[in-house]
């Protein structure tokens, strides 16, 4: 397993987006959290990966090929890519749906996040494919928007996001950790859990938060 694998499946196994925040945040990082506005389709997903990133425009009629360069992106997704994708939080077309989904599964993907609509929910949740997005509408993409490029560094949910970034979602959010700060994120990260173990146990015993933050510096 490569360094970059395992310092993944310890941001699975180990960590939480609060976390990775607060740790993102030591290092000057301050702008790496998503807007509030993209939520799971179901409390439970997660989404950790490397980014593989989508820009979108708006159409007003019906191209010629509407869905060829969204296939080429969906078609070249790797193992552990999550699809990031920028619809400029479009308000007309609908991204992501159950096909998709289940071709970036086939493909080895581990999620979706858009600043944008999904569909075809139910089948998606059905599916635990993890889908992180803006909205919920029924509409096809192929009368409203075209996928303009990928592999591109984009803005989704306010935050830039770079082809091979780090993204990390579960209930509280999603954060994006850069790819050239992803060892010394975790390492903090782990780091931090600690002192959060560490001070919920003297918190439980009855101990005061000001002598158990004084001691250990976390909240």
């Known amino acids: 397993m490569a360094d970059g694998d395992k310092l993944l499946k310890i941001l699975q196994d180990k960590l939480y987006a609060s976390v990775v925040s607060d ?9 790496q959290a998503m807007s509030a506005r993209l939520r799971p389709l179901s409390p ?5 990966g490397r980014a593989h990133t989508v820009l979108t425009a708006d159409v007003y009629a ?30 007309r077309t609908c991204f992501w749906g159950e096909l ?3 071709a970036a599964t086939a493909r080895g993907a ?15 949740i059905e599916m635990g494919f993890p889908v992180f997005c803006t909205g919920i509408r029924p ?24 082809p091979g970034d780090v993204i990390f979602g579960d209930f509280d959010g999603i954060v994006v950790i850069p790819r050239e700060a992803l060892e010394k994120t ?12 560490h001070s919920r146990a003297m918190l439980q015993q009855g101990h005061l938060l000001r002598d158990v933050y004084d001691k250990f510096g976390v909240l």
């Open 23 to 31: 740790v993102l945040d030591a290092q000057g990082l301050h702008d």
């Open 44 to 48: 439970e997903s997660r989404v950790i």
């Open 62 to 91: 019906r191209p010629a090929e509407p869905y060829r360069l969204e296939i080429e992106a969906v078609d070249t997704l790797k193992p552990g890519d999550v699809m990031v994708a920028m619809t400029n939080d479009s308000q």
């Open 100 to 102: 998709l989904s289940t």
């Open 110 to 124: 581990t999620g979706c996040v858009i600043d944008g609509h999904t569909r075809d929910v139910r089948r998606i």
């Open 139 to 162: 509409v096809d993409s192929s009368y409203r928007s075209v996928v303009v490029d990928y592999n591109v560094p984009i803005m989704c949910g306010g935050v830039r996001v770079s």
């Open 186 to 197: 975790v390492d903090l990260a782990l780091t931090k859990v600690e002192s959060e173990d």
